[in-house]
């Protein structure tokens, strides 16, 4: 750190010698309406300052970087308009200068159903980077996001929680996973356009954030273009249709200034069968300039989201009934009833102090935020499974008997099927309603609900020294509490539930009533108490040929359970408070430009970071005890980015080589399991796993004439399990062999041969050539076809374990189980490649002081049908299960996968006044 600041320093004072300042000058209007566009940012290529217009449109820069650079004028809104200059010391004024309207402005309300979908698992959202990336207009960055994004590509095969996002410089990323929520800003695309996004390890004002890159959303009233904004859209996606209006005031000649939105958002079913959308959102922000340096800002968003979610699907249930196919609906009363729904609703308030001078600049502001995230599901007690594609409901249960394929039941097992492939609500009903139950509820629904309350208060500042250096700080205090219980939403015609574990015929709750009734918590009921405190400094440094940036950061983070149920199966540890968990981490990170000339340079960006396991990842087993994961470390991340930019009158775009490195990672996972070690619901605890993350990024964009370009998108990479980790399991009840279980009531099974596997983290090469044509007549279109490929499906790691291996009959290894035989049946799936031709356009028109727009985009064009992602399951804990299960070759326990969407559209129509 020493080292990197007395360089800094010491290029600094060189630089102070024959220092000169050029001023660059111009005034910017809107191309057809003339008038002046106010707040234009202006920026030259190797400065991290921003210059803006003011309410006339005038700008005025100072600089003492020499030779040709170019000089880059953006708004909200406008396309932006580059400039070549030589800096010589010697004013410059630019004139006039025009910016055409960026029709193109609905491409991100396209974009938003994607970040809405869920893709994953029962406790995982959307992991992927697109909706980090939508403000980026960087040709490979946006086609990852536009183009990639449907088919959940990762930039850089990175979690979105390696990225942060903003609002007003508030932190949204959660505590329960690192990733921020888009739903609890979703369906508010007006109000949220104006946003700074750098890219991998920038240097950021608001964070010292993360490797992905990070995000920052500003809400002032005053930023956002004045006046009345209504538009509608039409989709066959994730929601058939959406109304929204957004008002803004403009900034009054009192400093007061205001944004009103509000948007609906439904369908009664998506893409996929079943999947209901039924979402509302509101905001509002009120800013008072208290003079030309000061302001106040209050922002309230209030967005609730309902939809009917989705299941992964077996190639032998794909090969039943298709893409479209979700098991989790039923037909009640004439009308779909999905039995997994999940429902967001969480307000957030927030309150910034904006400070603005010529070399200061001061963000301090206050958040809380309030509210449940609910997940819906079928539980079922001592009655058969009702999930329509239970193995033991599908052919391939007859073909793989241990008796003997029996093709005549798997026969009849198809056509039970494919007459009765949904949920069959009224025989949940019937069987409540049996009197033998006495009332007892053999089928409930009930909901897993998360209620959040976080307070956030953040503060940083920027302070320009001159025009080559700046230097910049923050800190931000969060503070969580977080009730998590599941609770009863419908008996389903029964009287009561018997809160009693089936499996182990304990109570989950000794103190309480083990009678409850709709609306009661039952089964678990504990809470998180959690704090984060974060601070970095920054120094950033821009000379003629050089560019210097340095950042640091620590972080310290504290977390408990208190546990508000007494579970007998765990009676020691499950009621009260746990043991405080506490981390602390530093980062360091630091990039070097080196300017070839005006038009090419090249950057280098490094970073040694410290990530503390989210909440997760820390106890094996929150809903019911107080164990946490044994000598859980911090996660190392080592990473590295050497770029080469070109800007030339036609030509731009960069190729980067990334090289990421993650260690002493953890991960917990939840599954049945049924082998030699005992069969029950089990929690997997992987320590020590390190990833391996390198490749490389191409974006290209050739402008062949004022109305054509030529677009050129690639990655190239390798995202693999750099270790060998090491693998526990712990058993729910008393499932397990006793003689393995050691005092923590774990497993331990020793290392997973994972190393040099590939990771299930979308696409690892994708490519994408698009052409697109604008006309001076304000009409536009736009064709991209996309290839990928090297996607793979997430592997089970206990079959990679000794004990996979071991029969238990015999307590030997399987004689067949040779080193040949194990690698062939555990041989990882790679994914089929394919190809996706995307086709977007859109016309605007001036009528009467009105800006009308219409926009269409067409997705899968041929109607591709694609597997976005998939998992090996667990449920066949050794070589003997895996092996009978394979021999038909429909496996009875194959990995799941997700599908993408096929052909779909987005239609929007908006007019502003």
């Not at 010491?10 to 191309?31: K, R, W």
């Not at 249960?397 to 029996?406: C, E, H, K, V």
Request: glycine residues 8%; aromatic residues 12%.
């Amino acid at each position: 750190m020493r080292i990197a600041l007395f360089f800094v320093v010491s290029c600094y004072t060189l630089s102070l010698c024959g220092q000169q300042v050029t001023m660059v000058s111009g005034t910017v209007l809107a191309e057809t309406t003339k008038n002046p566009v106010k707040h234009a940012v202006i920026t030259i290529e190797g400065n991290t300052k921003e210059f803006s217009t003011d309410s006339n449109g005038v700008f005025q820069l100072r600089t003492s970087q020499m030779g040709e650079h170019i000089i880059t004028i953006e708004s909200l809104d406008f396309l932006p308009k580059n400039f070549a200059v030589q800096l010589n010391g010697k004013p410059i004024d630019l004139g006039v200068i025009s910016l055409q309207k960026d029709i193109t402005r609905e491409k991100t309300d396209n974009l938003i159903t994607l970040t809405d979908s869920d893709i994953a698992g029962d406790d995982e959202s959307v992991t992927g980077s697109s909706g980090l990336l939508q403000s980026s207009r960087d040709i490979f960055l946006n086609r990852a996001a536009f183009d990639f994004g449907q088919a959940f590509f990762r930039v850089r095969g990175y979690d979105s929680s390696y990225g942060e996002v903003l609002l007003n410089g508030m932190p949204m990323n959660k505590f329960f996973d690192g990733r921020p929520q888009w739903n609890n800003w979703g369906g508010l695309n007006d109000v949220i356009r104006n946003q700074d996004f750098s890219n991998g390890l920038a240097i950021n004002q608001f964070t010292f954030g993360g490797i992905l890159g990070n995000t920052n959303i500003d809400t002032r009233p005053s930023k956002l273009r004045p006046g009345l904004r209504l538009s509608s859209s039409a989709s066959n996606r994730t929601y058939t249709a959406r109304a929204m209006a957004s008002y803004s005031s403009g900034l009054k000649k009192n400093g007061l200034a205001y944004t009103f939105s509000s948007s609906r958002r439904w369908a009664k079913t998506g893409y996929v069968d079943g999947t209901l959308y039924d979402a509302y959102s509101f905001f509002g922000a009120v800013e008072y300039k208290l003079n030309q340096e000061n302001s106040l800002v209050l922002t309230a968003i209030l967005a609730k989201n309902r939809r009917g979610r989705s299941s992964a699907l077996t190639k032998e249930v794909f090969d039943l009934v298709g893409n479209r196919y979700n098991p989790y609906w039923g037909i009640q009363n004439e009308q779909v009833r999905n039995s997994r729904e999940r429902e967001i609703f969480e307000p957030l308030f927030i309150l910034n102090h904006f400070l603005q001078s010529d070399k200061l600049s001061l963000n301090t502001g206050v958040s809380y935020q309030f509210g449940i995230n609910a997940r819906s599901r079928l539980g079922y007690y001592n009655a058969p499974n009702p999930d329509p594609t239970y193995y033991r409901y599908l052919p391939s249960f007859n073909l793989n008997s241990p008796i003997g394929a029996d093709f005549n039941n798997a026969l009849l097992s198809k056509q039970g099927f494919l007459e009765n492939p949904q949920i069959q609500w009224q025989q949940l009903y019937t069987a409540n309603l049996n009197t033998a139950n006495d009332g007892k509820a053999a089928y409930l629904l009930y909901d897993d609900v998360i209620e959040n309350s976080q307070l956030t208060i953040s503060s940083t500042a920027e302070y320009d020294i001159n025009d080559g250096i700046s230097i910049g700080a923050g800190v931000n205090l969060k503070t969580l509490s977080s009730e998590n219980f599941a609770e009863i939403q419908d008996l389903l015609g029964a009287d009561f539930h018997e809160d009693i574990d089936s499996f182990s015929n304990t109570l989950n709750d000794v103190d309480g009533n083990a009678i409850k009734t709709e609306g009661e918590r039952f089964n678990y009921n504990y809470a998180i108490e959690a704090s984060q405190l974060e601070a970095f400094g920054q120094i950033n440094t821009n000379f003629n040929k050089w560019g210097v940036f340095v950042s640091a950061s620590f972080s310290s983070f504290d977390v408990l359970r208190n546990g508000l149920f007494v579970n007998e199966r765990f009676s020691e540890n499950s009621f009260g408070n746990s043991e405080k968990i506490s981390f602390s981490n530093f980062g360091l990170k630091s990039g070097v430009t080196y300017f070839l000339s005006g038009r090419h340079w090249l950057n280098i960006d490094g970073a040694l970071i410290n990530k503390a396991p989210t909440l997760q990842n820390i106890f094996i087993n929150p809903r019911e005890n107080n164990t946490t994961v044994p000598e859980i470390q911090t996660e190392k991340i080592t990473t590295l980015d050497v770029s080469y930019f070109i800007r030339l009158p036609d030509v731009t775009g960069r190729i980067t080589a990334f090289y990421s490195r993650f260690q002493n990672a953890t991960d917990i996972n939840f599954f049945f399991v049924d082998s030699g070690l005992g069969s029950d619901f089990v929690q997997e605890v992987i320590t020590d796993l390190d990833r391996l993350h390198k490749g490389i990024e191409l974006g290209l964009e050739y402008e062949v004439s004022s109305s054509v370009k030529l677009s050129l998108a690639g990655n190239l990479a390798s995202y693999v399990y750099a270790s060998n980790p090491f693998v526990s399991i712990n058993f729910d009840t008393a499932g397990a062999a006793e003689d393995l279980i050691d005092p923590e009531g774990n497993i331990d099974l020793g290392i997973a041969k994972l190393k040099d596997l590939k990771l299930a983290q979308g696409p690892q090469t994708a490519f994408a050539f698009g052409v697109e044509y604008r006309s001076p007549k304000y009409w536009w279109v736009g064709v991209t076809a996309n290839y990928l490929s090297d996607n793979y499906a997430n592997i089970s790691t206990i079959t990679r374990t000794q004990s996979f291996l071991i029969d238990p009959d015999t307590g030997k290894r399987f004689p067949d189980a040779t080193d040949e035989n194990v690698a062939q049946i555990l041989r990882q799936q790679k994914l089929d490649d394919f190809y996706l031709l995307n086709m977007v356009g859109g016309k605007s028109w001036i009528f009467n002081k009105k800006y009308i727009s219409a926009f269409i985009s067409v997705n899968n064009v041929f109607d591709e049908v694609f597997r976005t992602g998939g998992y090996e399951q667990s449920r066949n804990g050794n070589y003997g299960q895996l092996k009978q299960d394979n021999l038909s070759g429909t496996p009875s326990f194959a990995p799941k996968y997700w599908y993408g969407f096929g052909r779909t559209y987005f239609l929007n129509l908006a007019v502003s006044f």
